[in-house]
């Protein structure tokens, strides 16, 4: 039997460049795992930079109705800390009824169906339409009534009941200064007529 012959081992002979190539290369792969890191720590920043900045700027539309025995007022009241740019304006009695809210025409439609309606006149509103702009914490009286007869002040209390039972739909459709879009709107629940959540329906990247 022949005896094996171990196999000498190669030795890796360190010399001076072949250290300083593979401390080159070691070093290019830390630098290049760091900057990548802080490409992604900026991306990062950068993002919840944005959220905040969009944050700071977001509008927040709702509706409001004021009632005082004498009269009854419906509000719009911006409650966000960015302007709102009106897109689209919809207002509507019955589904098919549509109205201009810068008219009488909703004390029209509903002086027929509630007691006493000769005795409510229309005092005004500021009109909403699209290109409107809603200022942080702006107030506008989107439609209000008052009493003509100053012993009895039913007239206006029945036309309250009736817009809280059976209000007017409505869909606003608005937009901060970035694009993002929200859409207030009572079309699937037509009972609820104030404080609704404004819906995200746009959001810009």
């Known amino acids: 039997m022949s005896e094996e012959t171990e196999q000498p081992k190669k030795?890796?002979?360190?010399?001076?460049?072949?250290?300083?190539?593979?401390?080159?290369?070691?070093?290019?792969v830390?630098?290049?795992?760091?900057?990548?890191?802080?490409?992604?720590?900026?991306?990062?920043?950068?993002?919840?930079?944005?959220?905040?900045?969009?944050?700071?700027?977001?509008?927040?539309?709702?509706?409001?109705?004021?009632?005082?025995?004498r009269s009854f007022s419906?509000?719009?009241?911006?409650?966000g800390v960015g302007p709102a740019f009106v897109k689209k304006v919809s207002f509507a009695v019955n589904d098919?009824?549509?109205?201009?809210?810068?008219?009488?025409?909703?004390?029209?439609?509903?002086k027929n169906r509630i007691r006493?309606?000769?005795?409510?006149?229309?005092?005004?509103?500021?009109t909403i339409k699209e290109n409107t702009v809603v200022q942080p914490g702006e107030n506008i009286s989107v439609?209000?009534?008052?009493?003509?007869?100053n012993s009895d002040f039913s007239g206006v209390k029945s036309f309250k009941d009736y817009i809280n039972n059976s209000p007017p739909t409505f869909t606003i459709v608005y937009e901060d200064i970035y694009g993002n879009q929200w859409k207030l709107s009572n079309n699937e629940n037509k009972q609820d007529f104030q404080f609704?959540?404004?819906?995200?329906?746009k959001k810009i990247d």
Do not use: C
């Not at 030795?11 to 290019?28: G, H, V």
């Open 96 to 110: 098919s009824l549509k109205f201009d809210n810068s008219t009488n025409a909703l004390l029209h439609i509903t």
């Open 196 to 201: 609704l959540t404004p819906t995200l329906i």
């Open 11 to 28: 030795k890796i002979n360190w010399t001076t460049d072949k250290i300083m190539s593979t401390s080159a290369l070691f070093i290019s």
């Open 30 to 69: 830390i630098s290049l795992i760091a900057l990548l890191y802080q490409s992604y720590l900026a991306r990062e920043e950068n993002r919840l930079i944005q959220m905040q900045q969009s944050a700071n700027v977001i509008p927040y539309l709702q509706f409001e109705n004021i009632y005082n025995v």
């Open 143 to 149: 439609f209000e009534i008052s009493s003509t007869n």
């Open 116 to 126: 006493k309606g000769d005795s409510i006149g229309y005092n005004g509103s500021i």
């Open 74 to 79: 419906i509000h719009m009241v911006n409650k």
